[in-house]
């Protein structure tokens, strides 16, 4: 994990924009993520909140303008550090996109696989992570026997286990009761609390209100206050 | 890195498809198929040497040639390429051939030998048999005291062609097996690429590096070979028992051949799958 200080910067986004053939994308976002800060991009369905994500985890390139990730410009990466780059980010899927054909903590480890800098174990790591978030008595289950919640711990465990400087998490409670979705709030308040950069895109901003959160707000592509 | 390859690669290796059954059947063939060439080979070599063992170039020497010449003659012949050996047959020994042949006593029949002394030649193992005997027997007959020069040219030529025949179509066998083995290899990996999009999604995602997105196909086309290579073996093995059992064919010098059948085997399942894997997962 690279080293940071209190309050330093991790992500830089400035003035990116990015084009679909056939629909609008993002047009000169400009944002800065400090570290273990909670930040909430809100906005309607088709905002741009999504394609933002894409831009940052490098799923998707800028057209113009420059995301810098710790010491890293994405307009310069080459070679493993397109890897590097992706290390340091955690990502939380809107669709959670978990492996069905393998256990919660295979799904995890499997993630913990992928960063073979870390001096403990893969499985050691994505145990560790389990039992942060509540899971670890339901490793050895199917994600499809797991309710939306479990799964949406699960996911979350799978993001955190390389200890990413920034966790993106895509409406990570819109499909939760309001109890889970509480629970899990309270889960990226606490990687926040622990140095994480978390940024969560949402369209319920109120149900962060009690850990008062950085709030961006994100329109037709643009982002509009933060 | 490796260890991560080949347990993923098992994983997907587990959930085989019938497309999977194909590409392990269709690599068996084509390994059963170099595995035999190599004892038909052997087997049909051994015949080919018996049989040449059994051909000589006759080259009858002019009327009132003396033994001296004869001699010096076969001398000279005995240093050429591709002879192996030189005997005088004398008027004498002619006879005795005839006898030998035909049951009847020359000097019976016509009262005296006319029957011309001869050099019989034998030609070493040669890599073209019919072009190198006829170009040696067109060699001996130019000498002054030769005569005429007679071999069985025609069934040497004959054997040539079959071998050759033989040799293609085999060659053509295995080329086209080998061919419907890669395509079922490429289709079967790109089939589980598809299926695992999102496993591959999730490593790259993880920071995984592309070889840890494409080790576990690599692995499961390994995977692949080894089991046909197995299996290949296994037959192979038995074809092999029958030939020396059953037939009673000495096919003992291609025992290094068999277990190499595996990791032929394994070489192609890796080599097709790391190229196939290698193209798919460039464009995700």
Known sequence: MVETHENSEVLDMLNVSYHYPN??????????????ELTLLVGRTGSGKTTMYKLIARELVPDSGEI????????????????????????????????????????VRLAAECETRLPTS????ALRVLNRVGMAHKMKDSPSELSTGEQQRVAIARALVNEPLVLLADEPVSNLDAETSSEIIEILNQVSLFGTAVLVATHQPERFEKYNPRIMRMDNGTLLAS | ?????????????????????????????????IGLTVHGYVIVESWRSGLQGRFEIEAFLLPGTDSTVAM??????LQMEHVSGVEFISQLDAAKRFKEEFGEDILDLLGQNPLPKSLVISLTELADPAITWEKTALDISGFDSVDEVAYDGEILAKMDKFYQSAGLIVGSGVLGMLIISITFTIMTVMGSIRAKERFIQ?????????????GPFVALGGYYGLTAGLAATGIVYLVRWFLIVVWGEDVSGVTIWIPSLIALGVSIGIFVAGWTAGQRIKQI
Do not use: C, P, Y
Request: hydrophobic share 45%.
């Open chain 1, 23 to 36: 629909r609008k994308g993002v047009n000169g976002i400009s944002i800065k993520v400090m570290k273990g």
């Open chain 1, 122 to 125: 893969a499985k050691a790591r």
């Open chain 2, 202 to 214: 999730i490593v790259s995602l993880s920071g995984g590096s592309r070889m840890m997105a494409r």
């Open chain 2, 1 to 33: 890195m490796i260890r991560f390859a080949l347990s993923e690669g098992w994983r997907n290796f587990r959930n085989i498809s019938i497309i999977g059954l194909l590409t392990i059947g269709s690599m068996t063939l084509t390994l059963v198929l």
């Open chain 2, 72 to 77: 010096n003659l076969s001398d000279h012949i």
């Open chain 1, 68 to 107: 810098t990730l710790m010491n890293l410009k994405s307009s310069k990466l080459k070679g493993r550090e397109f890897a590097v780059w992706r290390r340091h980010l955690g990502i939380v899927f809107q669709d959670l996109r978990l492996l069905t054909d393998r256990n919660v903590l295979e799904n």
